[in-house]
């Protein structure tokens, strides 16, 4: 389970729903010396993530991106540091505290399923932040056959656009463009949302500092929320469906996130 990535660094690595995670667990020295990129690189991953101590929760979660910019909010990677950390202490429940005074709580339901309470969604234009004030509902965005996203913040900035068919929008293209869009100081996730008739959400995500990736945990939380924000749906809770996996996510105070890990 656990290898080397050079002569130095252990980790562990793991996916949730197919996003790639090196994880380094730092507790014992709260190390977080890293050239993240490199670690990146060399694991083939789609985050490095750290784990040191907490005084708050049972552990602290730093979170990088494939390009070395750190992240406030991966909740795929909140998934698989909760498993490890409740192998270890024995137990079914144990939390995490984020850069952003966040602390996650997760819990498992299966073998290895994990559940995450994510927290509230902030949806005012500042909370996300936008650069200027505007209606989150109907951003002022249009790229190509991309036009007004919603856009929620997960603990993290993101954009969702609703499209027929998810297959035939070149995200490979747009992403780059969108993540950069001025109205976002602090750059943005871009999703792309299908709804089916039966209320589930097909989803494709350019994550902001890593490109496309099989999953991403707070993009399907945000495309959930912005979904019930653009009256598309009418439900407590639905599967959205990504090229890695499925997961579910349930929204009623918190946004709760349900899913698969596993070791790569």
């Known amino acids: 389970m656990v290898s080397n990535l050079t002569d130095k660094i252990p980790f562990v690595k793991m996916h949730g729903t197919g996003n790639s995670f090196v994880i380094i667990d730092s507790r014992s020295a709260n190390n977080l010396d890293w050239n993240y990129r490199?670690?990146?690189?060399?694991?083939?991953?789609?985050q490095v993530i750290i784990i040191t101590m907490s005084n708050a929760a049972n552990c602290f979660m730093h979170i990088y991106n494939a390009d070395g910019s750190r992240a406030?909010?991966?909740?795929?990677?909140?998934?698989?540091?909760?498993?490890?950390?409740?192998?270890?202490?024995?137990?079914?429940?144990?939390?995490?505290?984020?850069?952003?005074?966040?602390?996650?709580?997760?819990?498992?339901?299966?073998?290895?399923?994990?559940?995450?309470?994510?927290?509230?969604?902030?949806?005012?234009?500042?909370?996300?932040?936008?650069?200027?004030?505007?209606?989150?509902?109907?951003?002022?965005?249009e790229l190509e056959m991309l036009k007004e996203p919603v856009a929620v913040n997960i603990g993290n900035p993101h954009i969702v656009f609703f499209v027929d068919n998810i297959s035939e929008i070149p995200l490979q293209n747009l992403?780059?463009?969108?993540?950069?869009?001025e109205l976002f100081p602090q750059k943005t996730n871009v999703?792309?949302?299908?709804?089916?008739?039966?209320?589930?959400?097909?989803?494709?995500?350019?994550?902001?500092?890593?490109?496309?990736?099989?999953?991403?945990?707070?993009?399907?939380?945000?495309?959930?929320?912005?979904?019930?924000?653009?009256?598309?749906?009418?439900?407590?809770?639905t599967s959205v469906h990504l090229p890695g996996g499925h997961l579910l996510?349930?929204?009623?105070?918190?946004?709760?996130?349900?899913?698969?890990?596993?070791?790569?």
């Not at 939390?95 to 602390?103: A, D, G, S, Y």
């Not at 932040?129 to 951003?139: A, V």
């Open 38 to 46: 490199q670690i990146a690189d060399q694991g083939s991953c789609d």
């Open 72 to 141: 406030e909010m991966c909740g795929n990677a909140a998934r698989c540091v909760g498993y490890l950390i409740m192998l270890e202490k024995g137990t079914e429940y144990i939390t995490i505290e984020l850069i952003n005074n966040r602390i996650l709580e997760c819990f498992k339901v299966g073998d290895k399923s994990i559940k995450v309470n994510m927290g509230k969604p902030l949806l005012k234009w500042n909370e996300i932040p936008l650069s200027c004030e505007c209606d989150p509902l109907y951003l002022p965005i």
């Open 175 to 181: 992403g780059p463009k969108l993540e950069n869009h």
């Open 191 to 237: 999703s792309i949302a299908q709804i089916e008739k039966s209320g589930e959400i097909n989803l494709r995500v350019w994550e902001r500092g890593t490109g496309i990736t099989a999953s991403c945990g707070s993009a399907a939380c945000a495309a959930f929320v912005a979904s019930i924000l653009r009256k598309c749906l009418a439900t407590k809770q």
């Open 249 to 264: 996510i349930e929204w009623s105070k918190n946004i709760l996130m349900t899913g698969d890990i596993g070791f790569l």
